[in-house]
């Protein structure tokens, strides 16, 4: 990707359901001062569920106005939710003179590849399926509703399905990082790529590839 002078940098982390997304968002933060967490705009109702400073909480006209107006740099539904990145957070950040760190789907990280504003540096975050599954019954332990086995069952589904279109997530990755050893460990993995990527380096296209495929076939 070509990297114009005004185009701000960001770095995106994606990755399945479970994978440990955010708790190495929160090791870059601590090990690295130069990143910033951008906050999500979404229309669903706040969970209480100690993330919810991550969030600014919007209704959906509101939402769709922004999307309208361009105030919006990408956005998804999910679960009859809009949840997207408002181009004021990036903004807020840069002028704080530091580096936007994103959380984003595979959906999210495709639509912020299109904008000319932003130059994205997208770390997927892998791991095993079995692991990613395990760590999902353990969050599902205390739901005690009728939906708990369906809600359960459908964020299994979405795993699988984040590797079996891992072909078209692949173009918009800078780099997959595996989430086998500490959060520590992972998040220093993505601050490297993000450095290689800042000073120009070409993401490794044999690596993506192999990686890709190795996911793939996982799942089939």
Do not use: W
């Amino acid at each position: 990707m070509f990297l114009r002078s005004n185009m701000i940098k960001l770095l995106v982390i994606a990755g399945p359901s479970a994978v440990g997304k955010t708790t190495v968002a929160h090791e870059i933060l601590s090990a690295d001062s130069r990143f910033s967490l951008s906050r999500s705009a979404t229309t669903r109702a706040p969970r209480g569920d100690g993330y919810d400073s991550e969030y600014i909480y919007l209704s959906r006209s509101e939402f769709e106005r922004r999307i309208a107006s361009g105030e919006v740099l990408e956005y998804t539904e999910y679960a009859g939710a809009y949840y997207g990145t408002p181009h004021s957070e990036i903004e807020r950040i840069d002028k704080e003179g530091k580096i936007p760190l994103l959380i984003l789907d595979r959906q999210g990280v495709a639509s912020l590849s299109h904008s000319p504003l932003v130059a994205s540096c997208a770390v997927y975050i892998y791991d095993d399926i079995s692991v990613m599954e395990e760590r999902l019954r353990k969050r599902f332990e205390t739901d005690s509703s009728p939906e708990r086995e369906s809600r359960l069952k459908s964020r299994i589904e979405k795993n699988l399905a984040d590797y079996r279109e891992i072909f078209d997530t692949a173009p918009h990755l800078y780099a997959f990082v595996k989430n086998g050893g500490t959060p520590n460990e992972t998040a220093l993995a993505v601050i490297e790529a993000f450095s290689e990527f800042s000073h120009g380096t070409p993401r490794d296209e044999r690596k993506i590839n192999r990686i890709s495929v190795d996911l793939f076939k996982s799942v089939k």
